[in-house]
Protein backbone atom coordinates (compact mmCIF):
# COMPACT_ATOMS: atom_id res chain seq x y z
CA UNK A 1 0.00 0.00 0.00
CA UNK A 2 2.88 2.75 -1.11
CA UNK A 3 1.32 5.83 -2.57
CA UNK A 4 4.50 6.02 -5.20
CA UNK A 5 3.75 2.50 -6.49
CA UNK A 6 0.42 4.01 -7.47
CA UNK A 7 1.07 5.53 -10.69
CA UNK A 8 3.83 4.05 -11.66
CA UNK A 9 2.23 -0.15 -11.97
CA UNK A 10 1.09 -1.49 -15.43
CA UNK A 11 -2.20 -1.60 -13.60
CA UNK A 12 -3.03 0.09 -10.68
CA UNK A 13 -3.15 -0.91 -7.07
CA UNK A 14 -6.60 0.51 -6.46
CA UNK A 15 -8.79 1.44 -9.50
CA UNK A 16 -12.62 1.10 -10.15
CA UNK A 17 -14.03 -2.18 -10.93
CA UNK A 18 -17.06 -1.93 -13.68
CA UNK A 19 -20.62 -1.45 -12.05
CA UNK A 20 -21.60 -5.47 -13.13
CA UNK A 21 -18.96 -6.61 -10.65
CA UNK A 22 -19.24 -4.09 -7.79
CA UNK A 23 -22.87 -5.38 -7.72
CA UNK A 24 -21.88 -9.13 -7.09
CA UNK A 25 -19.17 -7.93 -4.38
CA UNK A 26 -21.53 -5.89 -2.86
CA UNK A 27 -23.96 -9.20 -2.54
CA UNK A 28 -21.15 -11.55 -1.56
CA UNK A 29 -20.25 -8.73 1.63
CA UNK A 30 -23.52 -7.37 2.12
CA UNK A 31 -25.77 -10.17 1.73
CA UNK A 32 -29.49 -8.38 2.24
CA UNK A 33 -27.86 -4.96 2.86
CA UNK A 34 -26.57 -4.98 -0.16
CA UNK A 35 -29.06 -1.97 -1.81
CA UNK A 36 -27.86 0.02 1.68
CA UNK A 37 -26.03 3.24 1.45
CA UNK A 38 -22.61 2.52 2.58
CA UNK A 39 -19.73 4.35 4.49
CA UNK A 40 -16.07 3.01 4.84
CA UNK A 41 -13.93 4.09 8.01
CA UNK A 42 -10.17 2.20 7.31
CA UNK A 43 -7.73 3.33 10.20
CA UNK A 44 -6.24 1.71 13.43
CA UNK A 45 -8.26 1.85 16.35
CA UNK A 46 -6.49 4.39 18.34
CA UNK A 47 -7.05 7.50 20.18
CA UNK A 48 -6.31 9.76 17.76
CA UNK A 49 -8.25 8.33 15.19
CA UNK A 50 -11.20 8.90 16.83
CA UNK A 51 -13.35 5.54 16.07
CA UNK A 52 -15.87 5.88 19.11
CA UNK A 53 -17.02 9.16 17.43
CA UNK A 54 -16.89 7.34 13.96
CA UNK A 55 -19.74 5.54 15.51
CA UNK A 56 -21.37 8.25 17.47
CA UNK A 57 -21.76 10.07 14.09
CA UNK A 58 -23.15 7.04 12.58
CA UNK A 59 -25.65 6.87 15.16
CA UNK A 60 -26.66 10.31 14.54
CA UNK A 61 -26.56 10.12 11.27
CA UNK A 62 -28.91 6.42 11.37
CA UNK A 63 -31.59 8.83 13.60
CA UNK A 64 -31.74 11.86 11.13
CA UNK A 65 -31.80 9.28 8.32
CA UNK A 66 -34.81 7.65 9.71
CA UNK A 67 -36.75 10.96 10.80
CA UNK A 68 -36.11 12.70 7.49
CA UNK A 69 -36.30 9.73 4.69
CA UNK A 70 -38.14 7.36 7.02
CA UNK A 71 -35.73 4.56 6.78
CA UNK A 72 -32.51 3.20 8.65
CA UNK A 73 -30.95 1.18 5.02
CA UNK A 74 -27.20 2.43 5.98
CA UNK A 75 -24.13 0.07 6.31
CA UNK A 76 -21.12 1.35 7.91
CA UNK A 77 -17.98 -1.00 7.22
CA UNK A 78 -14.98 -0.52 9.47
CA UNK A 79 -11.99 -2.19 8.74
CA UNK A 80 -9.97 -1.93 12.27
CA UNK A 81 -9.41 -4.28 15.01
CA UNK A 82 -12.38 -3.57 17.82
CA UNK A 83 -9.96 -5.08 20.06
CA UNK A 84 -6.97 -2.89 19.62
CA UNK A 85 -5.26 -2.02 23.09
CA UNK A 86 -4.31 1.40 21.59
CA UNK A 87 -8.48 2.21 21.22
CA UNK A 88 -11.38 1.19 23.38
CA UNK A 89 -13.39 -1.80 22.43
CA UNK A 90 -15.78 -0.77 19.67
CA UNK A 91 -18.52 -3.58 20.64
CA UNK A 92 -18.83 -2.54 23.79
CA UNK A 93 -19.40 1.24 21.84
CA UNK A 94 -21.84 -0.84 19.12
CA UNK A 95 -24.13 -1.80 21.89
CA UNK A 96 -24.17 1.03 23.69
CA UNK A 97 -25.05 2.82 20.94
CA UNK A 98 -27.54 0.27 19.84
CA UNK A 99 -25.53 -0.27 16.41
CA UNK A 100 -25.57 -3.94 15.49
CA UNK A 101 -27.45 -3.72 12.54
CA UNK A 102 -25.56 -0.92 11.12
CA UNK A 103 -22.27 -2.22 11.59
CA UNK A 104 -19.77 -4.37 9.60
CA UNK A 105 -15.87 -5.26 10.86
CA UNK A 106 -13.31 -5.87 8.88
CA UNK A 107 -11.02 -7.28 11.13
CA UNK A 108 -8.35 -9.37 9.13
CA UNK A 109 -5.86 -8.74 7.30
CA UNK A 110 -6.94 -8.56 3.76
CA UNK A 111 -4.72 -8.63 0.50
CA UNK A 112 -4.66 -5.23 -1.54
CA UNK A 113 -7.48 -7.01 -3.85
CA UNK A 114 -9.86 -7.26 -1.29
CA UNK A 115 -8.85 -4.02 -0.30
CA UNK A 116 -9.68 -2.75 -3.61
CA UNK A 117 -13.34 -4.16 -3.55
CA UNK A 118 -14.03 -2.62 -0.15
CA UNK A 119 -13.48 0.89 -1.56
CA UNK A 120 -15.69 -0.16 -4.73
CA UNK A 121 -18.49 -1.51 -2.63
CA UNK A 122 -18.50 1.69 -1.20
CA UNK A 123 -20.39 5.41 -1.13
CA UNK A 124 -18.02 7.04 0.53
CA UNK A 125 -14.79 6.75 2.80
CA UNK A 126 -14.33 9.13 6.21
CA UNK A 127 -11.95 10.02 8.17
CA UNK A 128 -11.96 12.41 11.01
CA UNK A 129 -8.37 11.78 13.07
CA UNK A 130 -7.84 15.12 14.87
CA UNK A 131 -4.61 14.31 13.77
CA UNK A 132 -3.46 13.09 10.35
CA UNK A 133 0.37 13.09 8.49
CA UNK A 134 -0.92 11.69 5.45
CA UNK A 135 -4.17 9.58 5.27
CA UNK A 136 -3.52 6.73 3.07
CA UNK A 137 -7.47 5.54 3.33
CA UNK A 138 -8.87 8.64 1.88
CA UNK A 139 -6.04 8.60 -1.38
CA UNK A 140 -6.62 4.82 -2.04
CA UNK A 141 -10.70 5.29 -2.02
CA UNK A 142 -10.29 8.36 -4.13
CA UNK A 143 -8.50 6.28 -6.47
CA UNK A 144 -11.34 4.32 -6.76
CA UNK A 145 -13.61 7.61 -7.38
CA UNK A 146 -15.21 7.49 -4.58
CA UNK A 147 -15.52 10.75 -2.43
CA UNK A 148 -14.33 11.27 1.19
CA UNK A 149 -15.21 12.61 4.02
CA UNK A 150 -12.37 14.41 5.91
CA UNK A 151 -11.71 16.96 8.51
CA UNK A 152 -9.19 19.64 7.30
CA UNK A 153 -6.14 18.43 9.29
CA UNK A 154 -2.61 17.88 8.32
CA UNK A 155 -2.54 15.75 5.14
CA UNK A 156 -5.84 15.10 4.79
CA UNK A 157 -7.14 18.66 4.21
CA UNK A 158 -4.76 18.31 0.92
CA UNK A 159 -6.57 15.66 -0.47
CA UNK A 160 -10.21 16.83 0.41
CA UNK A 161 -9.67 20.25 -0.46
CA UNK A 162 -8.61 20.85 -4.31
CA UNK A 163 -5.92 23.62 -3.21
CA UNK A 164 -5.88 25.17 -7.02
CA UNK A 165 -9.27 26.54 -6.64
CA UNK A 166 -10.56 25.36 -3.22
CA UNK A 167 -13.03 22.94 -4.49
CA UNK A 168 -13.98 19.83 -2.48
CA UNK A 169 -13.06 16.01 -3.60
CA UNK A 170 -16.25 15.08 -1.25
CA UNK A 171 -16.72 17.19 2.20
CA UNK A 172 -14.09 19.12 3.57
CA UNK A 173 -14.83 19.13 7.66
CA UNK A 174 -13.76 22.59 9.70
CA UNK A 175 -12.64 21.87 12.87
CA UNK A 176 -14.51 22.94 15.78
CA UNK A 177 -12.28 22.90 18.39
CA UNK A 178 -8.05 23.14 17.63
CA UNK A 179 -6.10 22.31 20.64
CA UNK A 180 -2.02 22.68 20.22
CA UNK A 181 -1.17 19.38 21.89
CA UNK A 182 2.74 17.18 22.22
CA UNK A 183 4.97 15.10 23.46
CA UNK A 184 8.88 14.87 24.34
CA UNK A 185 9.05 13.32 21.20
CA UNK A 186 6.79 15.63 19.15
CA UNK A 187 7.23 19.43 20.31
CA UNK A 188 4.24 20.21 19.24
CA UNK A 189 1.40 19.49 17.02
CA UNK A 190 -2.16 21.05 16.31
CA UNK A 191 -5.14 18.67 16.92
CA UNK A 192 -8.27 19.22 15.08
CA UNK A 193 -11.45 18.39 16.68
CA UNK A 194 -15.12 18.02 14.67
CA UNK A 195 -18.40 18.04 16.41
CA UNK A 196 -20.44 14.50 16.11
CA UNK A 197 -23.35 16.11 14.88
CA UNK A 198 -21.53 18.05 12.13
CA UNK A 199 -19.70 14.68 11.14
CA UNK A 200 -23.00 13.52 10.96
CA UNK A 201 -25.11 16.05 9.03
CA UNK A 202 -21.71 15.57 6.28
CA UNK A 203 -22.97 12.05 6.19
CA UNK A 204 -26.33 13.36 5.19
CA UNK A 205 -25.28 15.59 2.95
CA UNK A 206 -23.22 12.89 1.21
CA UNK A 207 -26.62 10.52 1.17
CA UNK A 208 -28.95 13.49 0.03
CA UNK A 209 -26.42 14.11 -3.15
CA UNK A 210 -27.89 10.41 -4.63
CA UNK A 211 -25.77 8.01 -6.63
CA UNK A 212 -24.80 10.62 -9.97
CA UNK A 213 -23.77 13.86 -7.43
CA UNK A 214 -21.46 11.12 -5.44
CA UNK A 215 -20.66 9.31 -9.08
CA UNK A 216 -19.42 12.63 -10.31
CA UNK A 217 -17.38 13.79 -7.57
CA UNK A 218 -15.63 10.71 -7.08
CA UNK A 219 -14.50 10.96 -11.05
CA UNK A 220 -13.39 14.29 -9.73
CA UNK A 221 -11.51 13.17 -6.53
CA UNK A 222 -9.57 10.29 -8.94
CA UNK A 223 -8.49 13.27 -11.62
CA UNK A 224 -7.27 15.33 -8.66
CA UNK A 225 -4.83 12.30 -7.82
CA UNK A 226 -3.63 11.59 -11.09
CA UNK A 227 -3.21 15.73 -10.83
CA UNK A 228 -1.54 15.78 -7.42
CA UNK A 229 -0.09 12.85 -6.55
CA UNK A 230 1.64 10.98 -9.40
CA UNK A 231 4.45 8.78 -8.21
CA UNK A 232 7.59 10.68 -10.80
CA UNK A 233 5.93 13.94 -9.11
CA UNK A 234 6.16 12.61 -5.52
CA UNK A 235 9.78 11.16 -5.43
CA UNK A 236 10.96 14.11 -7.42
CA UNK A 237 9.84 16.34 -5.21
CA UNK A 238 11.06 14.64 -2.25
CA UNK A 239 14.57 13.88 -3.30
CA UNK A 240 14.66 17.82 -3.87
CA UNK A 241 13.86 18.55 -0.39
CA UNK A 242 16.04 15.90 1.02
CA UNK A 243 19.23 17.64 -0.89
CA UNK A 244 18.02 21.19 -0.19
CA UNK A 245 18.16 20.03 3.84
CA UNK A 246 21.11 18.44 3.69
CA UNK A 247 22.88 21.68 2.06
CA UNK A 248 21.46 24.15 3.82
CA UNK A 249 20.73 22.41 7.18
CA UNK A 250 23.91 24.48 8.67
CA UNK A 251 22.90 28.08 7.62
CA UNK A 252 19.27 27.87 9.22
CA UNK A 253 19.96 25.60 12.32
CA UNK A 254 19.65 27.56 15.28
CA UNK A 255 20.52 26.46 18.98
CA UNK A 256 18.69 26.31 22.03
CA UNK A 257 20.54 26.45 25.68
CA UNK A 258 18.75 25.86 28.46
CA UNK A 259 20.19 27.79 32.26
CA UNK A 260 19.69 26.08 35.38
CA UNK A 261 18.31 28.44 38.00
CA UNK A 262 19.36 27.98 41.37
Not at 109 to 138: A, K, P, Q, W
Request: overall charge neutral; some cysteine.
Amino acid sequence: RNVTGVQTCALPIFYKLDDNKISLIKKNILKNKHNNFVGLWVSRNARRKKPSDVLESWKLFLDNLELKHGHRNATLIMHTDPFDHEGPNLLQVVDLLNLKDNIIFSKDRVDLNEMNHLYNITDFTMSISCNEGFGLSTLESMMCEKPIIAVKTGGLERQVVDHSDNSENGIALDPDVTTLVGSQMVPYIYEHHVSNKNVANAIMKMYEMGPEKRKELGKKAYEYVIKEYNSNDVIENWDKTLEKTINNWKNSYSRWTIEEIK
